[in-house]
T-cell receptor, first 117, second 113 residues
Framework: AQSVTQLDSQVPVFEEAPVELRCNYS??????LFWYVQYPNQGLQLLLK??????LVKGINGFEAEFNKSQTSFHLRKPSVHISDTAEYFC???????????????FGAGTRLAVHP | NAGVTQTPKFRVLKTGQSMTLLCAQD?????MYWYRQDPGMGLRLIHY???????AKGEVPDGYNVSRLKKQNFLLGLESAAPSQTSVYFC????????????FGPGTRLTVT
């Protein structure tokens, strides 16, 4: 069975500082990995995704993530955060359609990023 | 395109009442999903549909029913609401099988008293 663990429920950080949001997953088959962002009172928006190829994935708003198969991790990073990055971030995993998963996304519990001036 | 829309945005129900949440997408997506979001638990899949006229159970289907009579609409029904169903409900849709991104609606906040 697949599962996703987001290691920090809350991450406070000062504006212009770097940030890393950690995500580990468990799966017995090949996976696809996603980071979504949820701004207050809004739906989820895709930040970036890893399907195959380069393990360093760049997304919107200056975020990037690195897929590490040996450590089963997909940590999200940004070198310099802004106040507007304050939101909840969700890591999600889905296994290949070929394995009959119908692209069901399994979500982590979320990490609340609070950027302070 | 409006994308994925959800109706209503907010609702308060009394225990035992019934209601239907409507999800509509104008992107001609085949797959549609209903999730619930609870604090500290992320999003959990309630039901999903891989095409018009088909539905399947997700992780937490008990107490909910769904229907997909038209490709663009996916309805989530609560026949007899319980306080445990207080949550934020999100609908999502996805296009062809080669693309794995799901597109989410803005959510419906439901409170059951």
């Amino acid at each position: 069975a697949q599962s996703v663990t987001q290691l920090d429920s809350q991450v406070p950080v000062f504006e212009e500082a770097p940030v890393e949001l950690r995500c580990n997953y468990s799966s017995s088959v090949s996976v696809y990995l996603f980071w979504y962002v949820q701004y207050p009172n809004q739906g989820l928006q895709l930040l970036l995704k890893y399907l195959s190829g380069s393990t360093l994935v760049k997304g919107i708003n200056g975020f990037e993530a690195e897929f590490n198969k040996s450590q089963t991790s997909f940590h999200l990073r940004k070198p310099s955060v802004h106040i507007s990055d304050t939101a909840e971030y969700f890591c999600a995993v889905s296994h290949s359609f070929l394995f009959g998963g119908y692209n069901k996304l399994i979500f982590g519990a979320g990490t609340r990023l609070a950027v302070h001036p | 395109n409006a994308g994925v829309t959800q109706t209503p945005k907010f609702r308060v129900l009394k225990t035992g009442q019934s209601m239907t949440l409507l999800c509509a997408q104008d992107m001609n997506h085949e797959y549609m999903y209903w999730y619930r979001q609870d604090p500290g638990m992320g999003l959990r899949l309630i039901h999903y549909s891989v095409g018009e006229g088909t539905t399947a159970k997700g992780e937490v289907p008990d107490g909910y029913n769904v229907s997909r009579l038209k490709k663009q609409n996916f309805l989530l029904g609560l026949e007899s609401a319980a306080p445990s169903q207080t949550s934020v409900y999100f609908c999502a849709s996805r296009p062809a099988r080669e693309t794995y991104e799901q597109y989410f609606g803005p959510g419906t906040r439901l409170t059951v008293t």
